[in-house]
């Protein structure tokens, strides 16, 4: 519902000419490659995918805002054992989220109105943080190193909450008839291990996830 009120908005907007702003309107995939940054985890970097809704913010003939729904999918790998004497095995989790990136795009380079080079930086904000284990048959494993189980990372289940996260995200982006490729690294400003339920005498649990994303993105309007 957010997603088709966010579009219906945007939409009405622009091709109204009676708006508050002048933007356009799209839609966009992408791949991620997701890497964990808790202490208390041994992790693997993992791939993934976004979809979502892109709205945009025309400011002048160089500067556009771009405001982002997409839902993104991580496939974890993290570090585990049957019990603490078996050998170490990746066990796979699924990370799903909702973000909501707000990207301020400065175009660099026009080569004939046609092709546009920019590059881009903001905060993207992320809605929920569930680490789902994929093979319900090892719920009772214990992950490296401090033999934490799979359902302590269910942090919003666990706390019945939907938890809020932030990333500071830039990269560069190139435009060519309405499609739109960019690259960018989101790196994490809040701590998302702040809720899990789980205590440690030697350490402080704690980390800040970043990642890698490269996006396509179709436009319904030219940029100039």
Known sequence: MLLLSFSNVNSQTYYSGKGLFEGRFGVTVGATNYSPGANFLFSKSAPGYKVGFIGTVI???????????????????????????????DIKFNLETINVPFILDYTVLN?????????????????????????????DYVL????????????DSNKEEISFNAFIAFGVSVEYNRFMATF????????????????????????KDNYFEFSLVYLFEDKL
């Open 59 to 89: 400011i002048s003939e160089k500067f556009e805002v771009f405001v982002e729904i997409n839902y993104a999918r991580h496939f974890m790998k993290f570090i585990g054992r049957e019990d603490q004497l078996a050998t170490p095995e």
């Open 111 to 139: 080569l004939d109105d046609e092709w546009f080079f920019g590059i881009n930086a903001g905060p993207s904000l992320s809605f929920l943080y569930d680490y789902n284990l994929v093979d319900e048959a090892k719920s």
């Open 144 to 155: 490296d190193p401090l033999y934490s189980t799979p359902s302590d990372l269910e942090f």
């Open 184 to 207: 960018k690294y989101n790196k994490g400003i809040t701590d998302p291990y702040r809720n899990i339920n789980l205590y440690s005498p030697v350490m402080e649990l704690k980390g």
